[in-house]
């Protein structure tokens, strides 16, 4: 088996002084400096050069893209390492930064497949009737109740879509946009049908469980279904909060612009290279390898940044793709943020609870369930046969191991995308839950291998014959994130995304408007609203606010 | 021809007779058992002892309640020990939480001076959100539809108190609400006895573990109820039926007819109006009005011909989560059990309080993890009061009584029954127990195993849930007992919910029944 990530170099240089006096020169003086060259990262950018300010991106990796991000892990084998899906893409931002003609190209991604235990099958599809008649299946009242629960979501899904590209108001100041934003929301919600009421209250708080139990008696629909509650979350599917995240496959369906979840041709790196092509039509630079050592701040204001090599960068603003524990407690310093606003990004929880296998495999895996090389395999295939998997799935990770049998999201993006891998041969992309960042026993370097181990099992025990097909196996464990891809405690959203974690409360009460407590500094990355995924909106959103803020001056 | 009929003589069913009829309506109210109480009763558990059979702690009852029915010119007598709950470790490092903060900190000092430090300013933030949110219990949930005139003034005054709390508090509260309340603790303190016993607050009736997020929300409650995180400690002398009997002659007092040992078999429906009820004798009772003390489910679903309501409606109701998670134990004993963990010193008034079983989160967890798959939990987590330290009237001179919370203990079990299982459950629980009082079997004379299928079959609780249904955060307040229903009144005219399953919902407070009657007698003016 081939070696793993390696160990990055990626070090801050702590020596290098935010006090040591500017070299100063005109020709490295920006208007905005982005940090981190991520997919928010590099939209933020887009927009500001598209409004005429002269930004420059500093990507501390050799490669663009952050967790969006295609590399070619093993020769012939084009792994889009992390994020592996796009769901959630802003139909607004393909729009205006016009990302087709930059390359970007979504292929669908139909259906999921999910193989039981007993040699039996629960295989959605896009085409309605086809689904219908798989879910009446196993159980007739499911399948009519479907229809109704795709059409409750359809309207909840509407209601919540304004809310992802607005500015949270801070719910505790007497600001008056604050309070007419606050009015809005509560007038929305006020004017809803009240059977949407109902939903959407329910949505807001209950568990993905709980909330599908009202709709469906299926087991296993339920189980693979509240999947998505959970992903990149530390709760379980019984857990209060998940059923929100049902939403968000709605999301993309109401958008018209494309099916709700696709692959992106040649991989997630092939988005943030669009996003990237944009960004520097407009007149962005860009540049990778430039880790970034200390952002200067004098006087409580952000002046620019210092990279690793002890190159001094001046900007007007400091945006910050990178989540809040790199932008204050590494390159701010603890020393320069008020006592309170420091507290609050300790509290911050980050908690890493996934990890992803990638494999490069020599022909298709044969399904017990449903053997052959058929379409079910060009879509996602869900590991999450039963409630209760994915809940004792969940027990171990709450006491700090990882599941011994884990929920794993498997696409096969090579049979829809042939660019990724040799002739005949396929890439196999496997998101895992839970791998808890902290183990209660042994380090995650020591546990590597036999995490893969484990979900290699996992798979074999539906699919057996995939031991013997795979060429290369790539295992990134919650630390390997951390380390190469800069997502503190490996969080793959930036932070988890809980009730108390989100909107105006996100990252830290007081703090979601993009700005900071240091001026001339701002987020925008998955860390602030809306979120985590392939969204662009925190990039979008925190582009806003920077423009907003330079029309003040 | 009465006025009001209230179906069932809990202690809401008896604090909502006392107000109607202090109005002048004519009120009759149907107990099913022999006792009026509900789930405040007190009951002979062995010659010469006495128990709470069910709830065990005064909520408390609100301030206005006992004042405004005179309780205390009725009988009512409030025990309130200094300690508020004991938490026993197996190790010998108790917690103590007194009513007193700085007691409880001076403790704690012993323990770690980190959480000695921490404790004051937690109870102060609790107790600071707790007199914002106070207003909440009394009020009737808004109508979200049309809010009327009144409703968006209480709210006003809510919004204005709740920005009067400051920035940091303000942000406590909206961050803590849909908070693990693991998480909570974690933020505050180190010590992990501490820490439990803490969020015990939050899982208490509810079929949720620590690490379930939104149960933060259960020590905001318990907060707006009475300023505190922690579970009250309030008794009452001749156990809790002596409250639920002083409400009683309150209501006679009032003019309130009682009848026990009358159950109602259905209410009676005519063009969508409640008419009266029919009892399982046959005989029929008129009345202008009907307010049910039962909970939601036993309403709509038993009482009601299922034509009388519309079928969105009856959906939404199956649906109401009540699938109880508690149990109880009650022991008679002939003396008080051991407790190394004290270190025999002053073992009566540090045991006055509550005493909490469930040393650490991740026990406590565990004890939910079983329930989650239909097992009782091999290790529960126990709220245990031993009442006759406090009130010797209760038990021989030198025994005493013992009443055991037991979580969790899943109304639907995997395998088996419960009428099967009793007393496997009461020997689990007597086993957990004797990690903490080693000779605890030698003193049991008696021992009384209350399933959550008796507390259905026995006391009415659908699904055997204790607080009349889940109060998590979509069943709570403008939510309880649903959406569009929790002012009290029901799509049937003429018919009123009155029980826990209504806002503020759960635990000896009378606020149900006070806030209905109010509702009620707006109606009838």
């Given at each position: 088996?081939?070696?793993?990530?390696?160990?990055?170099?990626?070090?801050?240089?702590?020596?290098s002084?935010?006090?040591?006096?500017?070299?100063?020169?005109?020709?490295n003086?920006?208007?905005?400096v982005?940090?981190?060259?991520?997919?928010?990262?590099?939209?933020?950018?887009?927009?500001l050069?598209?409004?005429?300010?002269?930004?420059?991106v500093?990507?501390r990796?050799?490669v663009?893209?952050?967790a969006?991000v295609?590399?070619?892990?093993?020769?012939?084998?084009?792994?889009?390492?992390?994020?592996?899906?796009?769901?959630?893409?802003?139909?607004?931002?393909?729009?205006?930064?016009?990302?087709?003609?930059?390359?970007?190209?979504?292929?669908?991604?139909?259906?999921?497949?999910?193989?039981?235990?007993?040699?039996?099958?629960?295989?959605?599809?896009n085409?309605?009737?086809?689904?219908?008649?798989?879910?009446?299946?196993?159980?007739?009242?499911?399948?009519?109740?479907?229809?109704?629960?795709?059409?409750?979501m359809?309207?909840?899904?509407?209601?919540?879509?304004?809310?992802?590209?607005?500015?949270?108001?801070?719910?505790?100041?007497?600001?008056?946009?604050g309070?007419?934003?606050?009015?809005?929301?509560?007038?929305?919600?006020?004017?809803?049908?009240?059977?949407?009421?109902?939903?959407?209250?329910?949505?807001?708080?209950?568990?993905?469980?709980?909330?599908?139990?009202?709709?469906?008696?299926t087991?296993?629909?339920?189980?693979?279904?509240?999947?998505?509650?959970?992903?990149?979350?530390f709760?379980?599917?019984?857990?209060?909060?998940?059923?929100?995240?049902?939403?968000?496959?709605?999301?993309?369906?109401?958008?018209?612009?494309?099916?709700?979840?696709?692959?992106?041709?040649?991989?997630?790196?092939?988005?943030?290279?669009?996003?990237?092509?944009?960004?520097?039509?407009?007149?962005?630079?860009?540049?990778?390898s430039?880790?970034?050592?200390?952002?200067?701040?004098?006087?409580?204001?952000?002046?620019?940044?210092?990279?690793?090599?002890?190159?001094?960068i001046?900007?007007?603003?400091?945006?910050?793709?990178v989540?809040?524990?790199?932008?204050?407690m590494?390159?701010?310093?603890?020393?320069?943020l008020?006592?309170?606003?420091?507290?609050d990004l300790?509290?911050?929880?980050?908690?890493?609870?996934?990890?992803?296998?990638?494999?490069?495999?020599?022909?298709?895996?044969?399904?017990?369930?449903?053997?052959?090389?058929?379409?079910?395999?060009?879509?996602?295939?869900?590991?999450?046969?039963?409630?209760?998997?994915?809940?004792?799935?969940?027990?171990?990770?709450?006491?700090g191991?990882?599941?011994?049998?884990?929920?794993?999201?498997?696409?096969?993006?090579?049979?829809?995308?042939?660019?990724?891998a040799?002739p005949?041969?396929?890439?196999?992309?496997c998101?895992?839950?839970?791998?808890?960042?902290?183990?209660?026993?042994?380090?995650?370097?020591?546990?590597?291998?036999?995490?893969?181990?484990?979900?290699?099992?996992?798979?074999?025990?539906?699919?057996?014959?995939?031991?013997?097909?795979?060429?290369?196996?790539?295992?990134?464990t919650?630390?390997?994130?951390?380390?190469?891809?800069?997502?503190?405690?490996?969080?793959?959203?930036?932070?988890?995304?809980?009730?108390?974690?989100?909107?105006f409360?996100?990252?830290?009460?007081?703090?979601?408007?993009?700005?900071?407590?240091?001026r001339?500094l701002?987020?925008?990355?998955?860390?602030?609203?809306?979120?985590?995924?392939?969204?662009?909106?925190?990039?979008?959103?925190?582009?806003?606010?920077?423009?907003k803020?330079?029309?003040?001056? | 021809?009465?006025?009001?009929?209230?179906?069932?003589?809990?202690?809401?069913?008896?604090?909502?007779?006392?107000?109607?009829a202090?109005?002048?309506?004519?009120?009759?109210?149907?107990?099913?058992?022999?006792?009026?109480?509900?789930?405040?009763?007190?009951?002979?558990?062995?010659?010469?002892?006495?128990?709470?059979?069910?709830?065990?702690?005064?909520?408390?009852?609100?301030?206005?309640?006992?004042?405004?029915?005179?309780?205390?010119r009725?009988?009512?007598?409030?025990?309130?020990?200094?300690?508020?709950?004991?938490?026993?470790?197996?190790?010998?490092?108790?917690i103590?939480?007194?009513?007193d903060a700085?007691r409880?900190?001076?403790?704690?000092?012993?323990?770690?001076?980190?959480?000695?430090?921490?404790?004051?300013?937690f109870?102060?933030?609790?107790?600071?959100?707790?007199?914002?949110?106070?207003?909440?219990?009394?009020?009737?949930?808004?109508?979200?539809?049309?809010?009327?005139?009144?409703?968006?003034?209480?709210?006003g005054?809510?919004?204005?108190?709740?920005r009067?709390?400051?920035?940091?508090?303000a942000?406590?509260?909206?961050?803590w609400g849909?908070?693990?309340?693991?998480?909570?603790?974690?933020?505050?303190?180190?010590?992990?006895?501490?820490?439990?016993?803490?969020?015990?607050?939050?899982?208490?009736?509810?079929?949720?573990?620590p690490?379930?997020?939104?149960?933060?929300?259960g020590?905001?409650?318990?907060?707006a109820?009475?300023?505190h995180?922690?579970?009250?400690?309030?008794?009452?002398?001749?156990?809790?039926?002596?409250?639920?009997?002083?409400?009683?002659?309150?209501?006679?007092?009032?003019?309130?007819?009682i009848?026990?040992?009358?159950?109602?078999?259905?209410?009676?429906?005519?063009?969508?109006?409640?008419?009266?009820?029919?009892?399982?004798?046959?005989?029929?009772?008129?009345?202008?009005?009907?307010v049910?003390n039962?909970?939601?489910?036993?309403?709509?679903?038993?009482?009601?011909?299922p034509?009388?309501?519309d079928?969105?409606?009856?959906?939404?109701?199956?649906?109401?989560?009540?699938?109880?998670s508690a149990?109880?134990?009650?022991?008679?004993?002939?003396?008080?059990?051991?407790?190394?963990?004290?270190?025999?010193?002053?073992?009566?008034?540090?045991?006055?309080?509550?005493?909490?079983?469930?040393?650490?989160?991740?026990?406590?967890?565990?004890?939910?993890?079983?329930?989650?798959?239909?097992?009782?939990?091999?290790?529960?987590?126990?709220?245990?009061?031993?009442?006759?330290?406090?009130?010797p009237?209760?038990?021989?001179?030198?025994?005493?009584?013992?009443?055991?919370?037991?979580?969790?203990?899943?109304?639907?079990?995997?395998?088996?029954d419960?009428?099967?299982?009793?007393?496997?459950?009461?020997?689990?629980?007597?086993?957990?127990?004797?990690?903490?009082?080693?000779?605890?079997?030698?003193?049991?004379?008696?021992?009384?195993?209350?399933?959550?299928?008796?507390?259905e079959?026995?006391?009415?609780?659908?699904?055997?849930?204790?607080?009349?249904?889940?109060?998590?955060?979509?069943?709570?307040?403008?939510?309880?007992?649903?959406?569009?229903?929790?002012?009290?009144?029901?799509?049937?005219?003429?018919?009123?919910?009155?029980?826990?399953?209504?806002h503020?919902?759960?635990?000896?407070?009378?606020?149900?029944?006070?806030?209905?009657?109010?509702?009620?007698?707006k109606?009838?003016?």
């Amino acid at each position: 088996m081939d070696p793993i990530v390696t160990a990055s170099d990626y070090k801050y240089a702590s020596e290098s002084s935010a006090n040591a006096i500017p070299k100063q020169s005109m020709s490295n003086k920006y208007d905005v400096v982005v940090i981190g060259g991520g997919h928010n990262g590099l939209v933020n950018a887009a927009y500001l050069a598209r409004a005429g300010k002269r930004v420059l991106v500093l990507e501390r990796r050799h490669v663009l893209g952050g967790a969006a991000v295609t590399e070619e892990v093993f020769s012939g084998f084009k792994f889009s390492v992390c994020s592996y899906v796009v769901s959630l893409l802003r139909p607004e931002i393909i729009r205006e930064l016009d990302l087709p003609r930059h390359g970007l190209e979504i292929l669908p991604l139909d259906g999921t497949f999910t193989p039981m235990p007993g040699g039996d099958y629960l295989w959605r599809v896009n085409d309605h009737a086809k689904t219908r008649r798989e879910i009446a299946r196993h159980s007739k009242l499911d399948a009519e109740a479907y229809d109704e629960y795709g059409k409750a979501m359809i309207e909840m899904a509407h209601f919540v879509k304004p809310i992802m590209s607005m500015t949270p108001p801070d719910p505790t100041s007497l600001n008056p946009k604050g309070l007419m934003d606050l009015l809005f929301l509560g007038r929305r919600f006020q004017r809803l049908p009240a059977e949407d009421k109902y939903n959407q209250v329910q949505l807001m708080t209950m568990s993905a469980v709980d909330f599908l139990d009202q709709w469906f008696e299926t087991d296993v629909l339920k189980a693979t279904m509240s999947a998505s509650g959970i992903i990149g979350t530390f709760l379980g599917v019984r857990s209060p909060g998940t059923a929100y995240v049902l939403l968000h496959h709605y999301m993309g369906e109401i958008d018209g612009a494309f099916r709700s979840w696709g692959l992106s041709r040649g991989g997630t790196g092939a988005i943030s290279n669009a996003i990237a092509d944009a960004a520097r039509e407009a007149g962005a630079q860009i540049r990778t390898s430039c880790p970034i050592a200390k952002i200067i701040v004098k006087n409580g204001q952000a002046k620019g940044v210092v990279l690793a090599n002890g190159d001094e960068i001046f900007a007007n603003v400091v945006s910050s793709s990178v989540d809040p524990r790199l932008t204050f407690m590494k390159m701010v310093g603890e020393e320069h943020l008020p006592g309170d606003f420091a507290d609050d990004l300790k509290r911050y929880k980050y908690r890493g609870s996934s990890g992803k296998v990638n494999l490069a495999l020599d022909g298709l895996p044969d399904f017990k369930s449903l053997p052959g090389a058929g379409p079910h395999l060009r879509g996602a295939i869900s590991i999450s046969p039963s409630v209760e998997y994915m809940e004792r799935a969940y027990d171990d990770a709450k006491y700090g191991r990882f599941s011994r049998r884990p929920y794993i999201d498997i696409v096969i993006p090579s049979l829809t995308d042939p660019s990724v891998a040799p002739p005949g041969k396929h890439v196999m992309s496997c998101f895992v839950q839970y791998a808890p960042y902290n183990l209660k026993e042994g380090a995650w370097d020591e546990k590597r291998e036999e995490f893969g181990d484990t979900v290699v099992d996992t798979i074999a025990e539906h699919a057996p014959n995939i031991k013997d097909l795979i060429l290369h196996r790539q295992v990134l464990t919650p630390l390997d994130l951390e380390r190469e891809f800069g997502l503190s405690e490996g969080n793959i959203f930036q932070g988890e995304l809980t009730l108390e974690q989100l909107f105006f409360l996100r990252p830290a009460p007081g703090w979601a408007q993009y700005r900071t407590p240091i001026r001339n500094l701002y987020m925008c990355g998955s860390a602030t609203h809306p979120g985590g995924g392939i969204m662009g909106a925190s990039g979008r959103n925190g582009a806003m606010q920077i423009l907003k803020d330079f029309g003040k001056r | 021809m009465h006025d009001i009929i209230i179906i069932g003589g809990g202690h809401n069913g008896l604090v909502a007779a006392c107000y109607l009829a202090k109005a002048g309506l004519k009120t009759l109210v149907l107990e099913r058992r022999e006792i009026v109480g509900g789930a405040a009763v007190t009951e002979k558990l062995h010659p010469g002892f006495r128990c709470s059979t069910l709830a065990h702690s005064a909520g408390p009852l609100s301030p206005r309640i006992t004042k405004d029915l005179q309780l205390k010119r009725h009988g009512l007598e409030i025990i309130r020990p200094e300690v508020r709950v004991t938490a026993l470790n197996r190790d010998g490092h108790s917690i103590w939480i007194y009513n007193d903060a700085a007691r409880t900190a001076s403790e704690l000092q012993k323990v770690s001076a980190h959480d000695a430090r921490s404790y004051p300013e937690f109870e102060k933030s609790f107790a600071r959100i707790g007199r914002v949110l106070a207003p909440l219990l009394q009020m009737t949930p808004p109508t979200i539809e049309k809010p009327a005139a009144g409703e968006l003034w209480n709210l006003g005054k809510l919004g204005l108190a709740f920005r009067g709390l400051g920035k940091k508090d303000a942000f406590r509260l909206l961050r803590w609400g849909p908070m693990a309340v693991a998480d909570l603790v974690a933020e505050w303190f180190e010590t992990e006895t501490l820490r439990a016993c803490i969020a015990a607050r939050g899982i208490f009736g509810a079929f949720a573990g620590p690490w379930s997020a939104g149960t933060s929300a259960g020590l905001l409650w318990q907060a707006a109820t009475d300023g505190h995180a922690a579970g009250p400690a309030l008794f009452v002398k001749g156990g809790m039926g002596a409250l639920t009997q002083a409400l009683a002659q309150a209501a006679r007092e009032a003019g309130v007819q009682i009848r026990t040992g009358v159950e109602v078999a259905a209410i009676k429906i005519n063009d969508n109006k409640a008419s009266g009820v029919v009892l399982t004798s046959g005989e029929a009772i008129s009345a202008r009005a009907v307010v049910s003390n039962a909970d939601p489910k036993t309403t709509f679903l038993k009482l009601i011909d299922p034509i009388d309501l519309d079928p969105d409606f009856l959906t939404k109701m199956r649906n109401y989560r009540s699938t109880g998670s508690a149990a109880k134990v009650n022991l008679a004993l002939a003396g008080l059990p051991t407790l190394p963990a004290l270190n025999g010193s002053g073992n009566a008034a540090k045991l006055s309080g509550r005493i909490h079983i469930g040393p650490d989160i991740d026990y406590l967890e565990h004890a939910f993890d079983a329930a989650k798959y239909g097992n009782f939990s091999p290790q529960p987590y126990m709220d245990i009061t031993i009442p006759s330290l406090s009130d010797p009237s209760l038990a021989p001179q030198g025994a005493h009584v013992m009443s055991i919370y037991v979580q969790f203990a899943p109304y639907n079990l995997k395998d088996g029954d419960w009428n099967s299982r009793r007393e496997e459950f009461g020997d689990t629980v007597i086993n957990t127990l004797s990690d903490y009082a080693p000779n605890l079997k030698e003193l049991i004379v008696a021992r009384q195993v209350i399933t959550p299928l008796d507390l259905e079959q026995t006391y009415g609780l659908s699904g055997g849930h204790i607080m009349h249904g889940e109060q998590s955060l979509d069943q709570m307040f403008a939510f309880r007992p649903l959406i569009g229903w929790a002012q009290y009144r029901t799509p049937i005219g003429g018919l009123y919910l009155c029980g826990a399953g209504t806002h503020p919902g759960g635990g000896v407070t009378g606020g149900p029944g006070a806030n209905a009657s109010r509702e009620i007698i707006k109606d009838f003016k």
